[in-house]
C-alpha cells in the first residue's frame, strides 16, 4: 500500500531553520505528478505551503513562505523535502506531504490531492 512518511519536525527558535523529508513507500503504486506540502496550525484550516512538479521540477509557493521555504526532491523522485529557512512563530503546525494528482500549481487546493501523510509537527518559539 503507498503511504508517504514525513520527518524532521522538530522545535526551533524564530530566525532558525528545520528541514522536512517526505518519504513515498510503494512509489511506483501511486502517481507522482506533483508532491505538496501542507500545514495546519491550531484552529485552522490546512493550507497549502508549497508543490513541486516532479516532471520538470517547476515549484511553487505560498505568498506567506516565498523566498523562505524551498521544496525539492532526490534523484529518485522517492524523497521529497522542504527547506525553511527564517521560520517564524506564525509558521508553527503540523505539516503534511501529499500526493497530488493534477493543477501542481493550485498551491492551496485540497481537492486534488490523492495521498497524506500522517504530519510532523513544527514549533518556532519567539
Known amino acids: 500500500v503507498p503511504r508517504l512518511e514525513e520527518s524532521g519536525g522538530g522545535a526551533v527558535q524564530a530566525g532558525g531553520s528545520l528541514r522536512l523529508s517526505c518519504r513515498v513507500y510503494?512509489?511506483?503504486?501511486?502517481?507522482?505528478?506533483?508532491m505538496g506540502w501542507f500545514r495546519q496550525a491550531p484552529g485552522k484550516d490546512r493550507e497549502g505551503v508549497a508543490r513541486?512538479?516532479?516532471?520538470?521540477?517547476?515549484?511553487y509557493y505560498s505568498d506567506s513562505v516565498k523566498g523562505r521555504f524551498t521544496i525539492s526532491q532526490n534523484g529518485a523522485k522517492d524523497t521529497f523535502y522542504l527547506q525553511m529557512q527564517r521560520l517564524q512563530p506564525e509558521d508553527t503546525a503540523v505539516y503534511y506531504c501529499?500526493?497530488?494528482?493534477?493543477?501542481?500549481?493550485?498551491?492551496?487546493?485540497?481537492?486534488?490531492?490523492?495521498?497524506w501523510g500522517q504530519g510532523t509537527q513544527v514549533t518556532v518559539s519567539s
Open positions: 501529499a500526493a497530488v494528482k493534477y493543477n501542481c500549481d493550485h498551491v492551496h487546493d485540497l481537492e486534488n490531492v490523492l495521498l
Open positions: 510503494e512509489a511506483h503504486l501511486i502517481s507522482r505528478f506533483c
Open positions: 513541486i512538479y516532479t516532471g520538470h521540477q517547476s515549484t
